[in-house]
């Protein structure tokens, strides 16, 4: 069994208390988990066991696995700062593969695309499950019950929390860096697969049993200034090439043309403006969906008409926020994650575009919470319920095609906004049950749609502000029935209901479970 | 039709093909029905969708038949104007299959309704209706005429049925470019009957075609027992309909509005359309003077470079300095960008604010002669200022109220 001891969830959510084998907590409301003792320690090293000239090169990755003694059932992370670019996650499972290992779990921070090899490594059973993010093909193949294993989701914060307290312990962790220093300091900052930056292997770096970093571009030492610190690295391993520079990097970031993207995008900041939200000092993300982009750049205007500046931008960080820095409309962009060119250039080159690892920001059992700290947070969902309660990783028809990424992190922002589409094509947005709950709705605060805006009741606040608008604010009941009367009420998809037939559970930002991913039939 | 087909498909499909569907229906001797299905949304729609195929199929008396659909995510009236397009090229029927027609969308048009925007939407192409009303353009159009291949004119009329009756389009006053008579005259069924509120007539040369048209629609009310006008917008494209404009302006008392579409005029005149539109200076010119001197609203060419904002608010500028009461969109970009600057500005505004309220105080006063400074004010000029008042209130450019703060 992938999933056992199933108990009904303070979210009403039915979900299993054993997964992989392993205890589980079910999620037992917001704010209301304290875990106990203390964080996972690896091995303690001794510079002794290293090389005394700092040179921890080694000739190939296979080696390098080797020596970091790759077995059966162990855990192997990788991070997807190459995304669709990246050389070296699926080349680790080929080498697990030609030597036979079997029963590994992938921890990657994400996934994309260019990993949907990795499906005839789930079947063969070189890999047992993956505990992250499942899109396009390999969700597909999630949600047809294909994994050995039950897949873990997890936001980019859960990631970092469940291996801090242990709850994921990282065997192997290879860290692909686009520059680094034989003694194991990289940055992504420069060479010729930068990307910027390294925000989310910082966790992996300190907690990892065995850290090898993979680079392109081997500089002499000190690889400065670096984002990975060499004295946690066991070796360094240079390749040919470890991304595909295009598609590590959208050239450009793109700006929705649809016009009514850009009517969501308007109305969220009018709404912002109206609602008093926007103003002097403020922290803000706006991420890099075309929508979101153009709500930055619609805060840009905003803040330069009135001559305030924000004070900080929570990245992945793309050229409109970098114009914002540029223009002084920004004192600082927090970054983990750059989108773009221009943001890659401006993290190497401005002192105020700062690499800041989700570790830092998004890690929910630390002393305190940088997204709690956010003014404004703009986001998307696949689905919402009437209760403001939302889905990011399946669509209605119960397949698991996106991560969690920092939606859930995100959530915790001082006022969420949710600008979406009151239905794609014909598929409504808003449903009388989730297909999976994501996030409580008790933190998602305002829904921007083309035909309406609701407010949730709980912003008494956002609602008395916004009370003579003349932005069209209705209930997300009213929402529901307009794209029902549009779409026709849609019917339930062929999804499994049994305990056996999950293929993945949903952790919420503090270990516990709060949902399941159940098989899709047809 | 004499031979009726025994195959017959409509609707599209394809890559960038959202919110539509292409169906085909073949006509069988026996077997019954089957259905044959590709849709992105199956796995919630599946059943609804083989359903409305099945329903009509039997409103239609068709018994056996093999139908293949092809869905990306069109919504009911989609599909039932994708059916009924293929059905009618099967057997010959007078049914129409009437989906309910939306109470929201019940609304008629006044003669003088503003029309400073009129977004153009393909007829044929469902996902660029569905949202129209959204954007809040005065008017949306569906178009019959250039914007639907030849070949598919004929599967358009029955998309531009339903969307007619079915789509919400948020007080949009609901326009259709019919086809270039007297072609276009075969459109009207699909569209009287059905909640249309304005007829724009393309490549309009002379009022005998006005006349003829109005025949025509005057029996289609009759037959369906409409009372309330259906307005009509001739287009002049043509050289000779510019020199017929003021006849074709008071042809009827219907005609509420004309339009000047500079893309067939300049070919017509051999010459290049540019930025600068000194080419078309005479014809806009004659089109606002035939319009004005029938009280009719005279509206410009579109715009034709959806992304850029900066020459399209000068060409507003200038269409506006001519006489111009409004333009064509074909993109929902263009619509703010439109009213805002078709919109009476601050400076026209406030001058006409203190037009109005010397009016108001020589009229509480019981003065007869209106005076501003030492201006005197004739009527004709407090008229312009009390339009420039309302237009101002109704765009939200100025309260209802502004006589409350307002100091001399």
């Not at chain 1, 593969?97 to 063969?124: M, Q």
């Not at chain 1, 409504?428 to 409580?440: F, K, M, S």
């Not at chain 2, 049914?95 to 153009?120: C, G, M």
């Not at chain 2, 959806?306 to 969109?329: H, P, Q, T, Y």
Request: proline fraction near 4%.
């Amino acid at each position: 069994m992938k999933c056992e001891r199933f108990v009904v969830n303070a979210a009403g959510r039915r979900v299993p208390t054993i997964v992989n084998g392993k205890e589980m907590i079910p999620f037992q409301g917001i704010g209301k988990y304290k875990p106990g003792g203390r964080k996972y320690a690896p091995p303690i090293p001794s510079c002794l066991d290293y090389p005394s000239n700092g040179d921890k090169t080694l000739d190939s990755l296979e080696e390098a696995l080797k020596r970091c003694g790759l077995k059966n059932g162990m855990s192997i992370s990788t991070h997807h700062h190459l995304r669709d670019g990246d050389l070296i996650s699926n080349l680790i499972f080929d080498i697990a593969h030609a030597n036979g290992i079997k029963d590994l779990t992938w921890v990657p921070s994400a996934s994309f695309p260019c990993n949907e090899p990795l499906i005839r490594y789930l079947e063969d059973g070189t890999i047992h499950h993956i505990e992250g993010s499942m899109n396009g093909a390999l969700g597909k193949f999630t949600s047809y019950g294909g994994m050995k294993g039950c897949a873990v989701l997890r936001s980019h914060g859960g990631r970092v929390q469940a291996i801090q307290d242990g709850e994921v312990k990282i065997d192997i962790a290879v860290i692909a860096a686009p520059s680094a220093d034989c003694f194991g300091n990289a940055t992504g900052a420069q060479g010729p697969s930068a990307c910027g930056v390294l925000g989310y292997s910082l966790v992996d770096m300190m907690y990892a049993d065995k850290v090898i970093v993979v680079t392109d571009n081997l500089v002499p030492f000190p690889c400065m200034p670096f984002q990975i610190q060499g004295n946690y690295v066991d070796y360094v391993v240079v390749v040919d090439k470890i991304g595909i520079p295009e598609k590590i990097i959208s050239g450009t970031t793109q700006l929705t043309k649809s016009p009514d993207r850009l009517l969501l995008a308007q109305w969220t900041a009018q709404f912002c403006a109206e609602a008093g939200l926007l103003r002097n000092g403020i922290g803000i993300q706006t991420g890099a969906g075309g929508t979101s982009l153009s709500v930055g750049l619609h805060f840009h205007e905003q803040l330069k008409n009135n001559g305030w500046k924000a004070r900080f931008g929570f990245g992945g960080s793309t050229q409109y926020m970098v114009k914002m820095l540029e223009d002084g409309v920004m004192d600082y962009i927090l970054d983990a994650q750059a989108f773009d060119l221009e943001a890659v250039r401006s993290v190497k080159d401005n002192k105020n575009h700062i690499d800041l690892s989700v570790y830092q920001s998004y890690n929910f059992h630390s002393k305190g919470n940088y997204t709690s700290l956010i003014d404004i947070v703009i986001l998307g969902a696949t689905e919402l319920d009437t209760q403001f309660n939302g889905n990011v990783v399946t669509h209605s028809d119960g397949l698991l095609l996106h991560g969690i990424g920092g939606w859930q992190n995100c959530l915790h922002a001082k006022c969420t906004i949710l600008p979406i589409p009151l239905f794609r094509d014909r598929i409504p947005v808003i449903v009388d049950q989730l297909t999976t709950l994501c996030g409580p709705g008790e933190l998602i605060d305002v829904v921007v749609t083309e035909r309406g805006i609701a407010i949730n009741p709980l912003r008494k606040d956002l609602i008395e502000k916004m009370k003579n608008s003349s932005l069209p604010i209705v209930s997300m009941q009213d929402l529901k029935a307009q794209a029902d009367a549009i779409c026709g009420v849609p019917d339930k998809a062929a999804i499994s209901d049994k305990d056996e037939d999950t293929v993945a559970v949903i952790k919420w930002v503090d270990g516990t479970v709060l949902d399941t991913v159940k098989r899709v039939l047809v | 039709m004499d031979e009726m087909k025994k195959f017959a498909t409509a609707g599209n499909k394809g890559k960038g093909v959202r919110s539509d569907c292409f169906i085909s229906i073949e006509l069988c001797s026996q077997d019954g029905i089957s259905v044959e299905m590709v849709s992105k949304v199956k796995a919630l729609y599946g059943k609804q969708i083989e359903v409305e195929i099945k329903e009509m199929l039997n409103f239609f008396d068709i018994r056996h038949a093999k139908v293949a659909i092809e869905d990306s995510g069109a919504i009911p009236l989609v599909i039932a104007a994708r059916m009924e397009a293929c059905i009618k090229q099967l057997i010959q029927t007078e049914k129409e299959y009437l989906l309910p027609f939306l109470a929201a969308n019940a609304y008629t048009t006044q003669r003088d309704t503003h029309r400073f925007t009129r977004l153009y939407l393909p007829g044929n192409t469902p996902s660029l209706a569905i949202n129209a009303g959204i954007h809040k353009p005065n008017a949306i159009i569906l178009d019959l005429e250039d914007a639907v291949a030849y070949d598919k004119k004929f599967e358009a009329r029955f998309m531009v049925r339903n969307a007619l009756r079915g789509i919400h389009f948020y007080g949009a006053e609901k326009m259709v470019r019919i086809s270039q008579l007297p072609k276009g005259l075969d459109d009207l069924s699909y569209i009287i009957p059905h909640g249309v509120n304005l007829i724009l007539v393309p490549k309009c040369e002379c009022a005998d075609q006005i006349m003829v048209l109005n025949q025509h629609i005057e029996t289609l009310k009759n037959r369906h027992h409409i009372t309330h006008d259906i307005w009509l917008m001739p287009i002049i494209e043509s050289a000779l309909g510019v020199m017929h404009a003021f006849d074709i302006a008071k042809a009827a008392p219907n005609v509420v509005a004309m339009a000047i579409g500079l893309e067939d005029y300049t070919a017509d005149l051999g010459v290049k359309r540019t930025a600068e539109a000194n080419e078309s200076f005479f014809a806009r010119s004659m089109l606002v003077n035939a319009c004005k001197a029938v009280g009719i609203q005279a509206i410009d060419s579109v715009f034709s470079d959806v992304s850029d904002m900066e020459a399209l608010k000068n060409n507003v500028l200038r269409s506006k300095a001519l006489g111009f009461d409004g333009m064509g969109c074909i993109h929902p970009r263009q619509i703010s960008v439109i009213h805002q600057h078709f919109a009476p500005d601050a400076e026209e505004i406030e001058k006409a604010k203190k037009i109005i309220h010397a009016y108001m105080m020589a009229q509480e006063k019981g003065l007869g002669v209106v005076s501003l400074g030492s201006k005197m004010i004739d009527a004709p000029v407090v008229k312009r200022a009390e339009k420039t008042i309302q237009l101002a209130v109704s765009m939200g450019k100025l309260s209802a109220n502004w006589r409350e703060e307002f100091e001399d």
